[in-house]
């Protein structure tokens, strides 16, 4: 993460594509993310608003507090750009709060993505029993919401904010209890609708049949290798690796963390690591124990994927299938 202020932003999917989302999972949450950053660097890109290239790291979530399907990206975005040429520089933003005025940047998001939903559409492998221009003539009649927060400078919270929503699931362990009388699940949500502006959002409750309670669960799992979270613009690994030595020293974030803490953990430890508790020695065997290859295909179940046509030995190498 740079040394910049950063904004929230929630991209959410309307519920008129829920059942697309649905039948086609990877193919609309990878729209999903691809629109969100084509939406943000379009608008950065514009010299009325930033002209630079911004860094965005956006996580996907699928679920409402309650458990329900409502699929959202949360992207943190640097508060400007860097500017292109020879000399590049830091461009902040025209307007003191926002990246874009909202219905700007809700326009532009709707625009993006039914630009890019067409032609995903149109593959002969994507079966719906809705066309697309019935699709659009709906989409283009609703709200598409993109909310905004205020940028903020503390990156103690923007780490760990965004900490805890890559390792989030749909629900925690206490918010969920079971009723052994009333043999229901109960589980306790946020309820937003109500919530008052300034104030925490009440707390309601809902019982739910065991088998209801883990198909509202089970709708959360992402397909298989899909990633969740993903990093695009100065954020992205290749474009930072290309630009990091054009980035202003004031601008990149302290790059000697890890160090100090490993330096600061050796100091508290009071020895070398990889040292016998014992002898105090540090002349160590090293034996590498190999991988179970067959584990992966016992194990994991792969979505649109069919196991091997080989069969596996004991140390889990694939032979040739008899004919």
């Given at each position: 993460?740079?040394?910049?202020?950063?904004?929230?932003?929630?991209?959410?999917?309307?519920?008129?594509?829920?059942?697309?989302?649905?039948?086609?999972?990877?193919?609309?949450y990878?729209?999903?993310?691809?629109?969100?950053?084509?939406?943000?660097?379009?608008?950065?890109?514009d010299e009325?608003?930033?002209?630079?290239l911004?860094?965005?790291?956006?996580?996907?979530?699928?679920?409402?507090?309650?458990?329900?399907?409502?699929?959202?990206?949360h992207?943190?975005?640097?508060?400007?750009?860097?500017?292109?040429?020879?000399?590049?520089?830091w461009?902040?933003p025209k307007?003191?709060?926002?990246?874009?005025?909202?219905?700007?940047?809700c326009?532009?998001?709707?625009?993006?993505?039914?630009?890019?939903?067409?032609?995903?559409?149109?593959?002969?492998?994507?079966?719906?029993?809705?066309?697309?221009?019935?699709l659009?003539?709906?989409?283009?009649?609703?709200?598409w919401?993109?909310?905004?927060?205020?940028?903020?400078?503390?990156?103690?919270?923007?780490?760990?904010?965004l900490?805890?929503?890559?390792?989030?699931?749909?629900?925690?362990?206490?918010?969920?209890?079971?009723?052994k009388?009333?043999?229901?699940v109960?589980i306790?949500?946020?309820?937003?609708?109500?919530q008052?502006?300034g104030?925490v959002?009440?707390?309601?409750?809902?019982?739910?049949?065991?088998?209801l309670a883990?198909?509202?669960?089970?709708?959360?799992?992402?397909?298989?290798?899909?990633?969740?979270?993903?990093?695009?613009?100065?954020?992205?690994?290749?474009?930072?690796?290309k630009i990091?030595?054009?980035?202003?020293?004031?601008l990149?974030?302290?790059?000697?963390?890890?160090?100090t803490?490993?330096?600061?953990?050796?100091?508290?430890?009071?020895?070398?690591?990889h040292?016998?508790d014992?002898?105090?020695?540090?002349?160590?065997?090293?034996?590498?124990?190999?991988p179970?290859?067959?584990?992966?295909?016992?194990?994991?179940?792969?979505?649109?994927?069919?196991?091997?046509?080989?069969?596996?030995?004991k140390t889990?190498?694939?032979?040739?299938?008899?004919?």
């Amino acid at each position: 993460m740079l040394n910049v202020p950063y904004v929230h932003t929630t991209f959410t999917l309307p519920h008129q594509l829920n059942g697309l989302a649905r039948r086609y999972p990877t193919l609309i949450y990878k729209l999903l993310f691809h629109s969100a950053w084509k939406t943000i660097k379009q608008l950065c890109a514009d010299e009325c608003k930033v002209g630079g290239l911004p860094g965005m790291t956006a996580v996907l979530h699928t679920w409402g507090s309650d458990l329900k399907y409502h699929v959202h990206v949360h992207c943190l975005v640097t508060f400007g750009g860097l500017s292109s040429g020879s000399r590049p520089e830091w461009r902040w933003p025209k307007l003191k709060d926002k990246l874009a005025r909202y219905r700007e940047m809700c326009g532009r998001f709707r625009k993006v993505f039914l630009a890019d939903l067409k032609p995903l559409m149109e593959q002969p492998e994507v079966v719906y029993h809705r066309s697309f221009e019935d699709l659009e003539n709906e989409l283009l009649k609703v709200r598409w919401v993109v909310h905004n927060t205020r940028p903020t400078a503390d990156t103690k919270v923007i780490e760990e904010y965004l900490g805890r929503y890559i390792c989030r699931i749909g629900i925690s362990n206490k918010r969920l209890s079971y009723d052994k009388n009333g043999q229901n699940v109960r589980i306790q949500y946020n309820d937003y609708r109500n919530q008052k502006q300034g104030q925490v959002a009440p707390k309601q409750h809902r019982n739910l049949p065991p088998l209801l309670a883990m198909q509202l669960f089970l709708q959360h799992q992402l397909p298989a290798y899909f990633q969740k979270v993903r990093h695009y613009g100065l954020h992205a690994g290749r474009t930072y690796a290309k630009i990091k030595d054009q980035i202003p020293n004031q601008l990149k974030g302290n790059g000697r963390t890890v160090r100090t803490v490993i330096q600061l953990l050796r100091a508290l430890l009071a020895k070398a690591p990889h040292q016998c508790d014992s002898c105090g020695g540090s002349d160590f065997e090293i034996e590498p124990i190999e991988p179970d290859r067959s584990y992966l295909w016992r194990h994991i179940l792969h979505q649109g994927r069919s196991p091997p046509t080989g069969q596996a030995d004991k140390t889990g190498v694939l032979t040739k299938a008899p004919s």
